[in-house]
């Protein structure tokens, strides 16, 4: 196994972005593509690193930028200054996820025919944003992601395969939320799964997050359980 990285940058016209994708480059042939969304904090080498473990899977992973290349490692408080502006313009946010996922679609490792998206965080929400903008993949995964849907809106019909991987006690996502969340979906008639991990709250695949006060802990226990749970699902996925 011989775990290969380069730098993509793309752009929209006006701004310019910049993802990390990550292959196995002792495997011949195109294989699945996974989108990797990124926190509050934007593409940092945690993202990178889930994208390396996908990789290890069989699989080209890009850890997607939707904030722009000019604000990498900028501090937080500008990082939120972002997150806030695309929460609250999801059209806009839409966009840049979708030209994300044709970014990685074009890479020469991906078979464009066979693609997801995880995300963690606020990158929960864009994976299932992906999902909710009708956009060609086959699953999105989200790791203790944000549920509100757009605009408190329903969308019509969702085709991707979805699979959320919550904290119950997270206090970003209570549990009036994750019914209005299950909702939606059934509504849209989505194919989707919960998996609910109890006595524990946000970022639990963070092992940096340490935060009581705020509800953002790491959880071992959590975070095994749920990549293994995404493991099987890309497989169920893309198998055959």
Not at 103 to 112: G, N, Y
Not at 175 to 190: F, S
Not at 192 to 208: D, E, I, M, R, S
Not at 214 to 232: F, K
Request: with cysteine; net charge negative.
């Amino acid at each position: 196994m011989s775990i290969q990285t380069r730098l993509v940058d793309y752009d929209d016209g006006q701004i310019r972005y910049e993802g990390k994708l990550a292959w196995d480059d002792t495997r011949s042939g195109q294989r699945p593509g996974v989108l990797v969304a990124h926190t509050i904090r934007g593409r940092t080498a945690f993202e990178e690193g889930k994208a390396e473990e996908l990789a290890k899977l069989g699989y080209a992973a890009l850890a997607l930028d939707v904030y722009g290349k000019s604000e990498l490692r900028t501090d937080e408080d500008n990082m939120r200054r972002h997150m806030m502006a695309l929460k609250a313009d999801r059209e806009e946010l839409e966009r840049r996820l979708s030209l994300s996922l044709q970014t990685l679609k074009q890479q020469p490792e991906v078979d464009a025919s066979r693609t997801a998206a995880i995300g963690f965080c606020f990158g929960g929400l864009c994976a299932l944003d992906l999902a909710r903008g009708g956009e060609v993949l086959q699953g999105a995964v989200s790791f203790h992601g944000l549920l509100d849907a757009p605009g408190g809106t329903v969308a019509s019909s969702i085709d991707t395969r979805i699979l959320v991987l919550h904290g119950w006690d997270d206090p970003l996502a209570t549990p009036d939320l994750v019914l209005a969340w299950a909702d939606e979906m059934t509504k849209a008639g989505a194919d989707w799964q919960l998996h609910a991990y109890g006595a524990t709250v946000h970022a639990f695949t963070n092992p940096a997050a340490n935060d009581k006060a705020r509800g953002t802990v790491y959880d071992a226990s959590a975070d095994r359980r749920s990549w293994l749970a995404m493991t099987n699902f890309l497989d169920e996925l893309f198998s055959g």
